[in-house]
């Protein structure tokens, strides 16, 4: 299976090492819109040009997008959906119909297969979700996040005049999390749900209270959370906050029988040192999925509420029953 | 969808409360070898003798096979599939593939399908265990059990000479649960990962030693494990242990990057009122995918691996993507 990579930055690096390490999968490209003299990549794959992956659809079976779900998927997955079979994170979930009815147009008329949406959340946390409602119609979601670094509230405090730089990290509340583990089926407020902390280096003589004052009161990424605000140097930041760890569960409590007699509880929960790597690693096994169903005859959009699990895994279907089953 | 079922004991009792709550399914007929006129079942639905099932192939869709793994289901399965596209629970691991052997020859003699091995584990546990190690090819997994009632182990201590009634939880290590999501990958005996809890109703005049001794000592079942036996009175197993709670949590720590350098935490976990509601839950949800893979011209064996999830949910794909992914 030859895998390409398109877009190189923090995710497409978690692809490139989850890849390289995949004994039945040979990473042969990556293309970069930048000027591909000037990007480093951390294995000896070579590196091109975004437009020469026209010339290259015989060499590459899945290519995998690494760009941004603002910007960049909303055309390059359709795009590169024309030329190959394809896989990206596409994360904006109110978006994904429109995406996916994009996608699945291009892939159509081009024969080639597009899965979208990969990841955790969506992703892993999508399918724990939907599994949890077939095992448990009658039943109350809860999604909780962190405790993780979240990348755009990072830049939104970032623009702040007076800011040099910041890592934000949202935290579940452990009362909220116990109260949606409890089966009592309550309502969080998002505030009950989740804190922010901010750590924020300040420019030299910024006005720190100015500064706090800009972050808690802003609208959508922290006014509806009680949110800390802490000031450290840089050296600080760079020492104690450049890792990218997330993480969350997803819990669902309900009731079985026949006057719902029953309750239970199902949870599945991540804890990852690096958000971007295991997301790639993830793509990966999805990049194994697309070219399989695709070597079936299958072409269009999907997601991976549409792939048999068992085409996600190196192992063949006899391997899986005796194994993890 | 037209839904029967074939045996009536505890877990039929939960896929006849899941199958007559689900809006898009209709339970048929309910299949008995004993004397129909001797089973009192917990809807309204028709209750026939087993044979009577061979003259109904034209109203039922699907059947839900609910007999025992041991002397049932690898005989009544594949005969059943000869009729019907199925659905069982078995979950002898280590017959599965035999298991999974005979019913694809049926079936697909037959022009029917059947899913085996539905439930949580295996079922829910094993799918865990597959998106996890695809997620994370480098890794460790553990799975805990409880705390919760075996049965088996509870007809085990039944049989002990003097012994009126009993009931054994099996009861997972909380310190062996923290090592495996520790990331440690520690190696856990089954001493350390798992402890046995024993409620016994002694006969008049048994000698409660002997029977705490033949407890503790018994190979497979106890003597690999701590185990604690409490003598109590019918009245206070009746009124304490009538329940069959049970659940666990399937753990897969690992490593993701390139050499390795970052360590992540999966975890699934389930707590259950009812072991047999949600299993029969789970099995309602599978005969909905079954119909529909069937329908799709499916045909042979498949395990819940094989099935795409979105055929689990009376949700159309629209729905799926716009509401859980």
Redesign the interface.
């Known amino acids: 299976m030859r895998v390409g990579i398109a877009g190189y930055g923090n995710l497409a690096r978690?692809v490139?090492?989850?890849v390289?390490?995949?004994p039945d999968m040979e990473l042969v490209a990556i293309f970069t819109r930048r000027d591909p003299a000037s990007v480093t990549v951390?294995?000896d794959t070579p590196i091109y040009a975004w437009d020469a992956m026209a010339d290259m659809t015989d060499q590459i079976d899945v290519m995998v997008l690494c760009g941004g779900s603002a910007t960049d998927l909303p055309t390059q997955t359709p795009q590169v959906a024309r030329l190959f079979t394809v896989v990206d994170s596409f994360d904006t979930?109110a978006n994904?119909?429109s995406h996916?009815a994009h996608v699945d147009e291009a892939a159509r008329e081009a024969g080639t297969l597009g899965v979208i949406?990969c990841g955790w959340d969506?992703g892993?946390f999508?399918?724990?979700?939907?599994?949890a409602?077939?095992?448990?119609?009658?039943g109350v979601d809860y999604t909780f996040w962190g405790r993780g670094v979240s990348q755009g509230h990072s830049d939104a405090i970032r623009r702040i005049p007076g800011v040099a730089d910041a890592r934000q990290y949202t935290v579940p509340v452990p009362e909220a999390v116990e109260a949606a583990?409890s089966g009592s089926n309550p309502t969080l407020t998002t505030r009950q749900k989740h804190t922010r902390e901010c750590f924020v280096v300040a420019e030299e003589g910024a006005d720190h209270a100015a500064i706090e004052q800009a972050i808690v009161t802003m609208p959508n990424y922290f006014a509806d959370y009680d949110t800390t605000v802490t000031f450290i140097s840089q050296e600080e930041l760079d020492a104690n906050h450049a890792g990218l760890p997330h993480g969350g569960s997803v819990i669902r409590s309900g009731r079985?029988?026949?006057a719902g007699?029953?309750?239970?509880?199902?949870?599945?929960?991540?804890?990852?040192?690096?958000n971007p790597?295991?997301t790639?690693?993830?793509l990966a096994?999805v990049a194994r999925a697309a070219y399989r169903m695709r070597q079936n005859g299958q072409v269009g959009a999907y997601?991976?509420?549409?792939?048999?699990?068992?085409l996600?895994?190196?192992?063949s279907?006899?391997e899986?029953?005796?194994h993890?089953?």
């Not at 996600?312 to 192992?315: D, Q, R, T, V």
Request: no cysteine.
């Open positions: 978690g490139e090492a989850a390289t390490n995949a951390a294995t979930h994904i119909p996916f949406s969506p892993l999508s399918l724990a979700r939907l599994y409602n077939a095992a448990l119609p009658d583990r079985t029988g026949l007699e029953f309750g239970d509880t199902i949870e599945f929960s991540l804890q990852l040192d690096s790597h295991f790639g690693s993830v096994s997601t991976m509420f549409d792939i048999p699990p068992a996600l895994s190196p192992l279907a006899e899986l029953r005796a993890l089953m």
